[in-house]
């Protein structure tokens, strides 16, 4: 187990532990600031594994297809308590989840084919623009004109989710007719 890969699992480890902080109010009025911080620290580690993965030849066909599966762990377990907190319209969290249930069918039909399918460029974009879009909901600082800013974000990262979608289909549409 590489540090890359225990990075990732880490982030795994952080998942319970941010929502329960999130949800709960354990620490009262700094609650939401301390699952920020983890959440923040969370997502670090996954700008932090690819990156020494990539520098120190890392990569396992483990992280590979845990890194992802991290990520989608995490954004969409914050996004599924904001939605139930009312702070994220259920439709946002709804078209970003079936994109990763998409995504991670395809993932499990290349690897019954002996295929590993790592992450694009375009899936790193919407991980970046959710995570960010997440802490900014998270904070809910209500000085103009980041309520606005907060807003956008959440459109920008439903956008660039439908694009993720339709650029890996296309770019991974071999898969499909391999498992045939």
């Given at each position: 187990?590489?540090?890359?890969?225990?990075?990732?699992?880490m982030r795994v480890i952080l998942v319970p532990v941010f929502v329960a902080v999130l949800l709960t109010n354990c620490f009262q009025d700094t609650s939401k600031w301390v699952a920020l911080a983890i959440f923040i620290i969370a997502s670090l580690t996954d700008l932090l594994d690819g990156k020494i993965a990539r520098k120190y030849n890392l990569v396992?066909?483990?992280?590979?297809?845990?890194?992802?599966?991290?990520?989608?762990?995490?954004?969409?377990?914050?996004?599924?308590?904001?939605?139930?907190?009312?702070?994220?319209?259920?439709?946002?969290?709804?078209?970003?989840?079936?994109?990763?249930?998409?995504?991670?069918?395809?993932?499990?039909?290349?690897?019954?084919?002996?295929?590993?399918?790592?992450?694009?460029?375009?899936?790193?974009?919407?991980?970046?623009?959710?995570?960010?879009?997440?802490?900014?909901?998270?904070?809910?600082?209500?000085?103009?004109?980041?309520?606005?800013?907060?807003?956008?974000?959440?459109?920008?990262?439903?956008?660039?989710?439908?694009?993720?979608?339709?650029?890996?289909?296309?770019?991974?549409?071999?898969?499909?007719?391999?498992?045939?």
């Amino acid at each position: 187990m590489n540090l890359p890969n225990k990075l990732t699992v880490m982030r795994v480890i952080l998942v319970p532990v941010f929502v329960a902080v999130l949800l709960t109010n354990c620490f009262q009025d700094t609650s939401k600031w301390v699952a920020l911080a983890i959440f923040i620290i969370a997502s670090l580690t996954d700008l932090l594994d690819g990156k020494i993965a990539r520098k120190y030849n890392l990569v396992t066909n483990f992280g590979k297809f845990m890194d992802p599966l991290a990520d989608k762990m995490l954004v969409c377990s914050a996004l599924i308590c904001l939605t139930a907190m009312g702070k994220i319209p259920a439709w946002m969290v709804i078209v970003i989840v079936v994109r990763d249930f998409v995504i991670s069918g395809f993932r499990l039909v290349a690897a019954e084919t002996g295929v590993v399918i790592a992450a694009n460029y375009w899936g790193k974009f919407k991980t970046a623009s959710q995570m960010v879009m997440i802490c900014l909901v998270i904070a809910d600082i209500q000085i103009a004109p980041l309520p606005l800013i907060t807003v956008a974000f959440q459109y920008i990262a439903v956008i660039l989710t439908i694009i993720s979608l339709v650029v890996y289909i296309a770019d991974n549409k071999d898969v499909m007719k391999d498992a045939d």
